[in-house]
Every structure is written in structure tokens, then in C-alpha cells.
């Protein structure tokens, strides 16, 4: 069976950016009856090595996950620090952020979509994998998140 450019048909996430992770959490929770998430801060720049359009930045975010049977919820509250996340938040307010994808080799997966014009924004790594924030809004309306869980 064909997989396509990411090798996966399956949406692992959503990822919703947020001005306030607590109440927005507390909505969520109480909308879906279940218990409300902790929430943590992505690791620090040393751990995650965290780079936006190419570059080290210090942003940070605190995340907020609900598992929905075979779909997470993601919420993104960011830090001030150049990111993805604070620039879409800033551009568009709160909302959808993403979609994202489990795949694996990342980074042949990168490399074709670049080679198809959809370049990394961001990218960094977290306990146990990483992933690719993919610019693909021209062509599919949206950024993509790649993870690949080791």
C-alpha cells in the first residue's frame, strides 16, 4: 500500500497554541469529562536543541496533552522566544497550530518535502525522539509536524 511523502496516513496530533494553558485545559477537561492534564515545559535549549528558521533559540512552551483514543490533543502555550509557536500566536491568535504525523526517518522525510518547497521551521528534540515543524501552508493549508519517537 502506498504511504505517500510521509510514509504514514495515520494524524498522531492536533496541536492548538494558547494564551492560557490552565484554563484552557480546564475547558477541554470539562468538555470531553476527563481528568485535567499537568502540563510541562519543553526542555531547554541545551536538551532540545531547539532551532527556528535555522537558528538556536531559547523558546520554550508549556504543553498540555489529552489523549483521545488514537488522537492527541496538544496544547501550546509559548514562551517570548522566536518560535513557531509565538509567531503564530502573535499572527493569528489562538487556535490551530498543527497536525502531526509519526513517522520514521525524519530526516528523509524532511528532504522531500523540501525538495517539494515546504522548508523546516522549526525543529528540536525531546526525551525519547524528535521532531520537524514543516512549512506546508501553500500547498496544504496548514504546518505539519513530523515526530519520531526512538
Known amino acids: 500500500m502506498n504511504q505517500g511523502i510521509l510514509g504514514t496516513k495515520v494524524i498522531a496530533q492536533i496541536g492548538i497554541l494558547v494564551h492560557d494553558i490552565e484554563a484552557t485545559s480546564k475547558a477541554y477537561a470539562e468538555m470531553l469529562g476527563v481528568e485535567v492534564p499537568t502540563w510541562n515545559w519543553t526542555d531547554t535549549v541545551d536538551m532540545a536543541k531547539t532551532e527556528y528558521l535555522g537558528q538556536p533559540t531559547e523558546a520554550r512552551a508549556k504543553l498540555a496533552f489529552f489523549n483521545l483514543g488514537g488522537l492527541q490533543l496538544e496544547l501550546i502555550e509559548p514562551d517570548h522566544n522566536p518560535s513557531t509557536w509565538r509567531e ?20 528523509q522525510v524532511v528532504k522531500r518535502l523540501e525538495d517539494r518547497g515546504m522548508p ?29 519517537n526512538d
Not at 89 to 107: M, S, W, Y
Not at 120 to 148: P, S
Open 88 to 107: 503564530c500566536l502573535d499572527r493569528n491568535g489562538e487556535g490551530p497550530h498543527h497536525i502531526a504525523f509519526l513517522v520514521n526517518g525524519v530526516k
Open 120 to 148: 523546516v521551521l522549526q525543529r528540536g528534540e525531546y526525551t525519547g525522539g524528535r521532531y520537524a515543524y514543516i512549512d506546508a501552508e501553500r500547498d496544504l493549508k496548514v504546518i505539519l509536524e513530523l515526530l519520531e
